[in-house]
T-cell receptor, first 115, second 119 residues
Framework: AQTVTQSQPEMSVQEAETVTLSCTYDTSESDYYLFWYKQPPSRQMILVIRQEAYKQQNATENRFSVNFQKAAKSFSLKISDSQLGDAAMYFCAYRSGTSGSRLTFGEGTQLTVNP | GAVVSQHPSWVICKSGTSVKIECRSLDFQATTMFWYRQFPKQSLMLMATSNEGSKATYEQGVEKDKFLINHASLTLSTLTVTSAHPEDSSFYIC???????????????FGAGTRLSVL
């Protein structure tokens, strides 16, 4: 079974600065997808970014980018120019590319953005 | 973007009563929907996978008779918490996968969640 681990329960960053959230996963599969979801205080889950395992190029979405290290099974999220609205719980998630579409979530990292 | 509507957003009920939560995909069809439970400051725990026109697949440890799932159409799945008790109080979230997208690229879209409080 796949597992996803987020070792940072809480992180904080100053507004306009950069922060990196860590995520590691364990799988024996070669075909899979990785996601970062954001859950603000409203508790609405919002997709931030996704990465296909077969792509070597790291995904980027505006101020959000990932560092995908397939051999190390690491998938960190970098938030640049942090904004107050980035404050939320961030979840890393894994999805198999071959067996179903269920997501396996990490424990989450609570990000605080200080003005 | 795709929208998933979940209703109600908050429900309070008495112990022993049943509560139904609806999850609708508004602008896409979803053959597969998912139901999660989330405790405060914790991650999402998958309860069951809801498949249109067939029985739901429950995760280990989830009581099928307690949490009834019906996925009667391509845009609607319902979760009924039967004979609710205070320990069922939690935040329930649904998600839906767009059947129109190739499976390799499909994304799960989430509802806004339902807070259930059982007195």
């Amino acid at each position: 079974a796949q597992t996803v681990t987020q070792s940072q329960p809480e992180m904080s960053v100053q507004e306009a600065e950069t922060v990196t959230l860590s995520c590691t996963y364990d799988t024996s599969e070669s075909d899979y997808y990785l996601f970062w979801y954001k859950q603000p205080p409203s508790r609405q889950m919002i997709l931030v970014i996704r990465q296909e395992a077969y792509k070597q190029q790291n995904a980027t979405e505006n101020r959000f980018s990932v560092n995908f290290q397939k051999a190390a099974k690491s998938f960190s999220l970098k938030i640049s120019d942090s904004q107050l609205g980035d404050a939320a719980m961030y979840f890393c998630a894994y999805r198999s590319g071959t067996s179903g579409s269920r997501l396996t979530f990490g424990e989450g990292t609570q990000l605080t953005v200080n003005p | 973007g795709a929208v998933v509507s979940q209703h109600p957003s908050w429900v309070i009920c008495k112990s022993g009563t049943s509560v139904k939560i609806e999850c609708r995909s508004l602008d896409f069809q979803a053959t597969t929907m998912f139901w999660y439970r989330q405790f405060p400051k914790q991650s999402l725990m998958l309860m069951a996978t809801s498949n249109e026109g067939s029985k739901a697949t429950y995760e280990q440890g989830v009581e099928k008779d307690k949490f009834l799932i019906n996925h009667a159409s391509l845009t609607l799945s319902t979760l009924t918490v039967t004979s609710a008790h205070p320990e069922d109080s939690s935040f329930y979230i649904c998600s839906a996968r767009d059947s129109g997208q190739f499976d390799r690229f499909s994304i799960q879209y989430f509802g806004a969640g339902t807070r259930l409080s059982v007195l």
